[in-house]
């Protein structure tokens, strides 16, 4: 099945074909925006005006449509992966990264719908390995060659572990004259300041409720009003999210509501709650839960209604976010989080 179209993000798209069309697209471009919102969908469509037989993402050359179907040889999508098995050196780990995201592209062909990585997915050192090596390929059927590192902030799982985003600092500095590299980030702080200055930023904003709407309408077939009253006010703008309420990769907002709700009654149960959380998931599940959680807050404190006491409630969450960036044991932050927010509470 091709993916659906890209909805929304005109104004982006309106930019960076017009780069395209003088040639003055820069080679190392990263996407930021909320998560969700369609970065990695827009880097696609991106691809498809690079490869497109017409010019400009016509959606109907073989080129647009081979990227559509993820069958384009020239465009390489990198994602976050957790390898079942490991290798015993270096290429055989390239090897196995290889047959994994060949096996992730294939099911997102099936069901272009696809779900965010879990949590203990991450871009390896074997991951850009990959990718150098592709890197160095001339392109197969056109002049260009496409790369896109999707959730590029997973290219460092933990503070202290960048040799990745380290290795791919170099083809960011000077890509081959063939190649475009895209990067999409929801936390771009969280990438390497030398990243960072080797690639120029596209905001990505949120989409309108309308389109939205029309995405969940015609892709999503939702028609009772008040289900789709109630998946749009809760994508707030990102179609990401939209596909998110509708299966088990909510259950980063589940979470973040059990851990709201445990704060609120006070007692143990914040710290039971905490104990859940897996103490390897910093970058991944539980960041997700952290921005869940933000995000519940900010709707609440958008009624007016005890403003002063969410604001705080807020900067715990960024506060514990930030910690969960580094070498910290997520279940040590959940719980002191719970009783940050349950102090606020009473306040």
């Given at each position: 099945?091709?993916?659906?179209?890209?909805?929304?993000?005109?104004?982006?798209?309106?930019?960076?074909?017009?780069?395209?069309?003088?040639?003055?697209?820069?080679?190392?471009?990263?996407?930021?925006?909320?998560?969700?919102?369609?970065?990695?969908?827009?880097?696609?469509?991106?691809?498809q005006c690079?490869?497109?037989?017409?010019?400009?993402?016509?959606?109907?050359?073989?080129?647009?449509?081979?990227?559509?179907?993820?069958?384009?040889?020239?465009?390489?999508?990198?994602?976050?992966?957790?390898?079942?098995?490991?290798?015993?050196?270096?290429?055989?780990?390239?090897?196995?990264?290889a047959e994994?995201?060949?096996?992730?592209?294939?099911?997102?062909?099936?069901?272009?719908?696809?779900?965010?990585?879990?949590?203990?997915?991450?871009?390896?050192?074997?991951?850009?390995?990959?990718?150098?090596?592709?890197?160095?390929?001339?392109?197969?059927?056109?002049?260009?060659?496409?790369?896109?590192?999707?959730?590029?902030?997973?290219?460092?799982?933990?503070?202290?572990?960048?040799?990745?985003?380290?290795?791919?600092?170099?083809?960011?500095?000077?890509?081959?004259?063939?190649?475009?590299?895209?990067?999409?980030?929801?936390?771009?702080?969280?990438?390497?300041?030398?990243?960072?200055?080797?690639?120029?930023?596209?905001?990505?904003?949120?989409?309108?409720?309308?389109?939205?709407?029309?995405?969940?309408?015609?892709?999503?077939?939702?028609?009772?009003?008040?289900?789709l009253v109630?998946?749009?006010?809760?994508?707030?703008?990102?179609?990401?999210?939209?596909?998110?309420?509708?299966?088990?990769?909510?259950?980063?907002?589940?979470?973040?509501?059990?851990?709201?709700?445990?704060?609120?009654?006070?007692?143990?149960?914040?710290?039971?709650?905490?104990?859940?959380?897996?103490?390897?998931?910093?970058?991944?599940?539980?960041?997700?839960?952290?921005?869940?959680?933000?995000?519940?807050?900010?709707?609440?404190?958008?009624?007016?209604?005890?403003?002063?006491?969410?604001?705080?409630?807020?900067?715990?969450?960024?506060?514990?976010?930030?910690?969960?960036?580094?070498?910290?044991?997520?279940?040590?932050?959940?719980?002191?989080?719970?009783?940050?927010?349950?102090?606020?509470?009473?306040?």
């Amino acid at each position: 099945m091709p993916l659906p179209p890209l909805f929304g993000h005109d104004g982006v798209k309106r930019r960076l074909a017009g780069a395209v069309a003088v040639a003055r697209l820069p080679q190392a471009l990263l996407f930021e925006g909320p998560r969700g919102v369609g970065k990695q969908r827009l880097a696609l469509w991106l691809a498809q005006c690079l490869v497109c037989e017409r010019g400009g993402a016509c959606g109907e050359c073989r080129g647009c449509r081979q990227v559509a179907t993820l069958q384009h040889p020239d465009v390489h999508w990198f994602v976050p992966l957790e390898l079942s098995k490991k290798g015993a050196d270096a290429d055989k780990q390239v090897d196995l990264v290889a047959e994994a995201l060949a096996e992730e592209m294939t099911a997102r062909r099936e069901q272009p719908l696809y779900q965010a990585p879990g949590g203990l997915a991450s871009h390896g050192i074997a991951a850009v390995r990959l990718l150098l090596r592709r890197l160095s390929l001339t392109p197969a059927v056109g002049s260009r060659k496409v790369f896109i590192v999707g959730d590029a902030e997973r290219l460092i799982p933990q503070r202290g572990m960048e040799d990745a985003a380290n290795a791919l600092l170099k083809a960011l500095e000077e890509p081959p004259a063939d190649t475009i590299i895209i990067l999409t980030a929801s936390d771009p702080e969280a990438l390497l300041p030398t990243i960072l200055s080797r690639v120029v930023r596209v905001r990505v904003a949120r989409i309108i409720d309308s389109v939205v709407t029309e995405f969940a309408q015609q892709v999503l077939g939702i028609t009772a009003k008040d289900e789709l009253v109630e998946r749009v006010r809760v994508a707030e703008g990102c179609i990401g999210r939209l596909l998110a309420t509708g299966s088990d990769s909510g259950a980063a907002t589940r979470r973040a509501g059990d851990l709201l709700e445990a704060s609120r009654k006070g007692a143990a149960t914040p710290y039971a709650l905490a104990l859940t959380q897996m103490p390897f998931q910093a970058r991944g599940g539980f960041t997700e839960m952290l921005d869940a959680l933000a995000g519940r807050l900010r709707t609440e404190a958008k009624t007016g209604v005890e403003t002063q006491r969410l604001v705080e409630a807020i900067a715990r969450v960024m506060d514990a976010r930030e910690l969960a960036q580094g070498n910290v044991n997520p279940q040590l932050v959940a719980a002191v989080l719970a009783e940050d927010l349950a102090g606020a509470e009473n306040r």
